[in-house]
């Protein structure tokens, strides 16, 4: 820096500012003139041609340059702070209050929103937000074990998902067999396609290794498009059969819960009761992951995480403490999956795409890897605000009729975790406490702690 | 035997687009380990651009000659494409130089998704046919029941891939840059400390990366002529595989990769099934990785403590 003081009292460098604005318009210029200044549209005779939106254009670039000249001036300009490097210390037990609290709050949800909607609009709330929210808490805490406690990269998580999904669905229908029946039957097959699949790969470190999961992942999506005559290929499989409570159907005949009760028929009962099945099903995993953390295989996952190569020489069989880890992972997509067929009551291809392995994986590490909590938050966070887009009416309002929110949903899912990433690299949650300690428990910053090369 | 060699045509076309795409994914793994995993979506970008800038030249400006308008759309869909790329690297990557193993990954994963609805947003979900061109075929091997042909756009597209490739390898081997750039592949640090500017190098990879993945945007709307907002993932994927088919890492090792996935890809939808293309393409990738890590021309890995 030329002037010494400048990190003291910054002067602004106006001829600066300016000039950063220029360029910054015109590369904004460059990269969204051909995008929104230009659409190409078909006309009648189904030609591509070419229509102008010169305003919106305009628009954009200036909303860009502001925001730019808004940083230099306020944001970056901020005298540097030396930050102090505080000494790791216990943080203040949060978790003590806060998961007696959460799990109230997660407990009376349903009867909050019944309370205040009614039965007929609180469907939706229940459904898009307490099950779709549930589903990916479960999901993110699964992989948690993969990529959270044993460091490996998993970027085809979805497969076991599907391989849940479709082993409840296929034997459902074939053979008639109870949702009670096939909840751990369909845990025992995807763990075992994630020793299947994880046996080969795991020799392979890192980038490779995510990769290579991902190309498995796209496989086991393919193989269910083309394979017709085993899974009816895109069309998917219809009329899966709902799950039951202790053999009570959720329909509306005589022998349907809400008859057996002497209660008044309503669909509300069914999404109340997979409200519950699911918040158990999640717990199930957190309590699972917990109880392994203390147990030598869950010791070894996060010493795997942290240096594999200290690992071995300590003596721990890396191949077997990765292929738990990824079986774990998988046993919890599976009990997923079947529970999301069992939810749609329809399960296509459609719904395994890599862009959903995305979604989990994002959540688990925007969340901080390794941290519950951290699952849970990203999860609200992401798949929560995810489904508010599409009741964002009153956007309407500001932007026209035709403004349609829910066109942005996956554009800002996009920019958001390029946000979160840059502005915390290792999630929301990044500290760690140690499940082993002598004496007394530190827990450990994100930042002192390095990754191994899982 | 006319099957075979007309496959072989083709095949070679598809890889050399294979290829181009390879070249960025391998120099940027090469200069800072990471797997750009947006880049697929990068040649998308450079798709569309293609096709906005043909329409322009076509529609608008009413340029009859279609050597002129490719030229154009070649040379916009490049610059444009780089500047892309270097806003990306500035926005998404360079921040989190030096952060921790998943973090660049994860941007990445998320610029990828950004790109892909960036686009579906602005320009609409459709697919987006342009007009065919250069359709005339050379007919190499007549016979009664097979006539072996190459197509104009299949020389067209064999030539600029033989002749970017070749300049890019003088820019890589001879100039300075392309020093600089094999230097901070080496070692970031020392480089540095020998006055490289290594913010620049990797900017300048990242450029160079799109420019290449823009040629093969532009023969990718000249071959298929239609292109669609979710174009770049699957080529993403395949291009990743011939860099690793290569050795990830070295430049001609992606350039033959790209063509061995190309040849792979058109051989088994003759042969075999078309169904099963992709599920080929991904067992290649998931049988080199798991037996020859390194790839054909990439050098083994040495673990260090």
Redesign the interface.
């Known amino acids: 820096m030329a002037n010494p003081v400048s990190a003291a009292a910054p002067s602004l460098d106006y001829g600066r500012i300016a000039r950063e604005a220029l360029v910054t318009g015109l590369?904004a210029t460059?990269?969204l003139g051909?995008?929104?200044g230009?659409?190409?549209?078909?006309n009648m005779d189904?030609?591509?041609?070419?229509e102008t939106r010169w305003p919106l254009l305009a628009a954009l670039i200036a909303v860009i340059v502001g925001v730019r000249v808004f940083f230099s001036l306020f944001v970056w300009n901020r005298a540097v702070k030396i930050k102090k490097v505080a000494p790791a210390r216990v943080p203040f037990k949060i978790e003590r209050f806060a998961a007696p609290f959460f799990l109230g709050l997660l407990f009376c949800y349903p009867i909050f929103v019944l309370a205040g909607l009614g039965a007929g609009g609180s469907i939706k709330w229940i459904d898009n937000f307490g099950i779709q929210i549930l589903i990916y808490i479960m999901l993110g805490w699964g992989l948690n074990i993969v990529v959270g406690l044993a460091g490996l990269?998993d970027l085809g998580y979805v497969a076991f998902y599907a391989v849940g999904a479709y082993s409840y669905a296929l034997l459902a229908k074939n053979f008639g067999l109870s949702f009670w029946v096939l909840l751990p039957l369909a845990g025992i097959l995807a763990s075992f396609w994630g020793i299947i699949l994880g046996f080969?790969?795991l020799?392979?470190r890192?980038?490779?290794l995510?990769?290579?999961t991902?190309?498995?992942g796209?496989?086991i999506r393919?193989?269910l498009i083309?394979w017709v005559d085993f899974s009816n290929g895109y069309a998917g499989i219809s009329g899966i059969p709902r799950p039951t409570l202790f053999g009570i159907p959720f329909n509306a005949t005589d022998k349907g819960f809400a008859a057996v009760f002497g209660l008044e028929f309503s669909p509300i009962y069914r999404t109340i009761f997979l409200y519950y099945l699911i918040l158990a099903l999640a717990l199930l995993t957190a309590w699972v992951t917990v109880r392994l953390r203390h147990l030598p295989i869950g010791r070894a996952w996060e010493a795997l995480r942290e240096d594999e190569?200290a690992c071995r020489s300590l003596g721990i069989n890396t191949t077997t403490t990765k292929l738990t880890a990824f079986a774990t992972g998988a046993m919890f997509a599976g009990f997923a999956g079947s529970f999301f067929a069992a939810r749609q009551g329809f399960i296509s291809p459609e719904s395994f795409t890599?862009?959903e392995s995305?979604n989990i994986?994002?959540i688990v590490?925007?969340g901080g890897?390794g941290s519950l909590w951290g699952v849970v938050i990203a999860a609200v966070a992401l798949v929560g605000g995810f489904e508010l887009m599409r009741e964002m009416d009153f956007l309407k309002m500001v932007f026209g009729q035709d403004f349609d929110p829910t066109?942005?949903r996956?554009?800002l899912?996009?920019?958001?975790?390029?946000a979160i990433?840059?502005w915390k690299?290792?999630g929301l949650i990044s500290t760690r406490e140690p499940t082993a300690f002598l004496k007394v428990s530190k827990s450990v910053s994100?930042s002192h702690v390095?990754?191994g090369?899982g | 035997m006319e099957v075979f060699l007309q496959q072989l045509i083709n095949g070679i076309t598809l890889g050399s687009i294979y290829g181009l795409i390879a070249i960025g994914y391998t120099m940027v793994f090469g200069i800072i380990g990471m797997v750009n995993f947006a880049h697929g979506d990068v040649f998308m970008v450079s798709a569309f651009i293609a096709v906005i800038t043909f329409l322009l030249l076509t529609t608008w400006l009413g340029i009859g000659s279609i050597a002129v308008v490719l030229m154009i759309c070649l040379v916009s869909a490049m610059v444009l494409t780089s500047i892309w790329n270097w806003a990306i690297e500035r926005i998404a990557y360079r921040p989190l130089r030096g952060s921790f193993r998943l973090a660049p990954l994860i941007s990445a994963i998320g610029m990828s998704i950004f790109l892909s609805n960036f686009v579906q947003v602005a320009q609409g979900p459709r697919n987006k046919p342009v007009t065919p061109m250069l359709r005339d075929v050379i007919t190499l091997v007549k016979s009664d029941t097979y006539d072996v042909t190459i197509s104009y756009k299949q020389i067209m597209i064999w030539a600029v891939t033989a002749v970017l490739l070749f300049g890019f390898w003088y820019l890589v081997q001879k100039t300075s840059l392309g020093r600089a750039q094999r230097a901070c592949e080496q070692d970031r640090k020392m480089a540095s400390l020998l006055g490289i500017d290594v913010d620049r190098t990797i900017s300048l990879t990242f450029v160079m990366g799109a420019a290449l993945a823009a040629v093969a945007g532009v023969m990718y709307m000249v071959y298929y002529g239609v292109v669609s907002f979710s174009d770049g993932f699957t080529p993403g994927v395949k291009a990743f595989t011939a860099a690793v088919l290569g050795g990830i890492g070295s430049l001609p090792g992606a350039v033959i990769g790209g063509l061995l996935i190309g040849l792979i890809e058109v051989f088994w939808s003759a042969y075999f099934t078309i169904d099963y293309k992709d599920v080929a393409a991904f067992s290649i990738l998931v049988i080199v990785l798991i037996f020859m890590p390194q790839g054909i021309l990439g050098k083994p890995e040495v673990e260090k403590v």
């Open positions: 590369v460059a990269i051909p995008f929104i230009l659409i190409t549209v078909q189904h030609q591509l041609i070419l990269l080969p790969v020799r392979l890192g980038d490779y995510a990769i290579v991902l190309a498995f796209e496989i393919l193989i083309n190569i890599f862009m995305a994986l994002a590490v925007l890897m066109q942005y996956t554009l899912f996009g920019a958001a975790m390029v990433m840059l690299p290792r994100g390095s990754e090369h």
